[in-house]
């Protein structure tokens, strides 16, 4: 099976485009390193012509006002060119109840993403994850100073990027979904929880502050980033990823 994995050379779309041909498929990975531009249009018919399966893992360059035109004219110009090139299932990565946080610009055009794929011509899986392992750092930059960082309660379920990308890999060897996959980490803590285990892990002595005004994540109510009861549960502990 020949897979289009477009920001196949990202965190994510890297380790897709390795599992897909451990598993015997022709996957090419495809960005602006190496000439296609999803905004332009540049590079793009060719990139998806005679695959039989397009994987968008691309994202918007910042999470403001700005993202929802990324994703509307990033995803009419791959659906336009993967229905001229006659593909026949086109995957999403997306985020665990990316719908129920409209107060997030971003999370905003995640699902604005996701409902111009589902509205529009080609058969569609959508993967839906919990938040990376791999962005606690970043997450743990956003609030701080020399001696606290300030998190807000929000529960969160985290993923490691490598079982992200098993499952991506699979839907994609896959029959299309026309529908979402959620999958979660194994461990749900609050977000203040797991910055204090992050920094203990590695020998950084601030302290963790709640505060539910803090970061992006604040806006976040309730429990709607946790996995829904239906959603697939990877192997991976966050303890264990750290170590």
Not at 60 to 70: I, Q, R, V, W
Not at 92 to 121: C, F, M
């Given at each position: 099976?020949?897979?289009?994995?477009?920001?196949?050379?990202?965190?994510?779309?890297?380790?897709?485009?390795?599992?897909?041909?451990?598993?015997?498929?022709?996957?090419?990975?495809?960005?602006?390193?190496?000439?296609?531009?999803?905004?332009?249009?540049?590079?793009?018919?060719?990139?998806?012509?005679?695959?039989?399966?397009?994987?968008?893992?691309?994202?918007?360059?910042?999470?403001?006002?700005?993202?929802?035109?990324?994703?509307?004219?990033?995803?009419?110009?791959?659906?336009?060119?993967?229905?001229?090139?006659?593909?026949?299932?086109?995957?999403?990565?997306?985020?665990?109840?990316?719908?129920?946080?409209?107060?997030?610009?971003?999370?905003?055009?995640?699902?604005?993403?996701?409902?111009?794929?589902?509205?529009?011509?080609?058969?569609?899986?959508?993967?839906?994850?919990?938040q990376f392992m791999e962005f606690m750092d970043a997450v743990l930059t956003w609030t701080a100073d020399d001696e606290t960082v300030r998190l807000p309660h929000t529960p969160i379920q985290p993923i490691a990027a490598a079982d992200v990308a098993a499952t991506v890999a699979e839907v994609a060897a896959g029959s299309p979904l026309n529908g979402i996959l959620n999958i979660a980490g194994p461990d749900v803590y609050t977000l203040d929880e797991l910055g204090r285990i992050t920094l203990t892990a590695k020998g950084d002595s601030r302290s963790v502050v709640v505060d539910d005004t803090a970061g992006m994540f604040a806006a976040v109510q309730g429990d709607v980033l946790i996995a829904p009861g239906d959603a697939r549960i990877a192997p991976t502990h966050y303890t264990d990823w750290l170590a």
């Open positions: 099976m020949k897979i289009a994995v477009i920001g196949g050379t990202g965190l994510i779309g890297s380790q897709v485009v390795e599992n897909l041909k451990a598993a015997g498929h022709q996957a090419v990975p495809h960005s602006l390193s190496t000439g296609v531009d999803i905004i332009t249009g540049q590079g793009l018919e060719d990139a998806v012509a005679g695959a039989d399966v397009v994987v968008n893992l691309t994202n918007s360059p910042t999470f403001d006002d700005a993202s929802p035109e990324f994703f509307r004219t990033s995803m009419t110009n791959l659906l336009a060119a993967s229905e001229k090139g006659g593909v026949g299932h086109f995957v999403v990565l997306s985020i665990v109840g990316v719908d129920q946080v409209p107060q997030l610009d971003y999370y905003r055009a995640k699902t604005l993403q996701e409902n111009i794929l589902a509205d529009g011509p080609i058969p569609y899986s959508i993967v839906r994850a919990t």
